[in-house]
T-cell receptor, first 113, second 114 residues
Framework: EAQVTQNPRYLITVTGKKLTVTCSQNMNHEYMSWYRQDPGLGLRQIYYSMNVEVTDKGDVPEGYKVSRKEKRNFPLILESPSPNQTSLYFC????????????FGNGTRLTVT | GNSVTQMEGPVTLSEEAFLTINCTYTATGYPSLFWYVQYPGEGLQLLLKATKADDKGSNKGFEATYRKETTSFHLEKGSVQVSDSAVYFCALRDYGGSQGNLIFGKGTKLSVKP
């Protein structure tokens, strides 16, 4: 089944403790992206990747890192999480053409205390 | 640059009412347009799309027509059901620009009452 898989679904952590949210897709998509969703702010893009070893900042990259060493994986790294990074995170992937829709994972709800 | 503006919610309707959610866009090129839906507790999923002017996308009773002259892609459904309660996002995608070419509106929350 074609899908984008994020793990974990829920995560509670403390300020400053490094964490990684994994994202994997099995559709051979070149494009992958991370979003955060907060009430009243819609979806905001954190980072995106047009292909392996090619990543770029979105609207809200501060406090996050990503890597794209393989086509299927695009982990999101929070080196020193802070409470303002408490949010719902989505990974998405697609082919790069404009007529290609994004496929989304089911989300990771992160709470930083 | 490219942008998407959609009507703010929340929108509350009774079952079987007619739905319109407005979406307008600004783009320098010839973008593809999308509507995504997010049901409670889930990720976004594609509802419909249109890739060129005058195309009509449709799915699950929802429709939207790509109007280049008015730069609009309004979502419509003739008779909504309680199960349509969700957040709806309008989006465009084009070559060039930042964000990997994909721009989302802020979302419109729809609640349908029985």
């Amino acid at each position: 089944e074609a899908q984008v898989t994020q793990n974990p679904r829920y995560l509670i952590t403390v300020t400053g403790k490094k964490l990684t949210v994994t994202c994997s897709q099995n559709m051979n998509h070149e494009y992958m992206s991370w979003y955060r969703q907060d009430p009243g702010l819609g979806l905001r893009q954190i980072y995106y990747s047009m292909n392996v070893e090619v990543t770029d900042k979105g609207d809200v990259p501060e406090g996050y890192k990503v890597s794209r060493k393989e086509k299927r994986n695009f982990p999101l790294i929070l080196e020193s999480p802070s409470p303002n990074q408490t949010s719902l995170y989505f990974c998405a992937s697609s082919f790069p053409q404009p007529n290609s829709p994004l496929h989304f994972g089911n989300g990771t709800r992160l709470t930083v205390t | 640059g490219n942008s998407v503006t959609q009507m703010e919610g929340p929108v509350t309707l009774s079952e079987e009412a007619f739905l319109t959610i407005n979406c307008t866009y600004t783009a320098t090129g010839y973008p593809s347009l999308f509507w995504y839906v997010q049901y409670p507790g889930e990720g976004l999923q594609l509802l419909l799309k249109a890739t060129k002017a005058d195309d009509k996308g449709s799915n699950k009773g929802f429709e939207a027509t790509y109007r280049k002259e008015t730069t609009s892609f309004h979502l419509e459904k003739g008779s909504v059901q309680v199960s349509d309660s969700a957040v709806y996002f309008c989006a465009l995608r084009d070559y060039g620009g930042s964000q990997g070419n994909l721009i989302f509106g802020k979302g419109t929350k729809l609640s349908v009452k029985p």
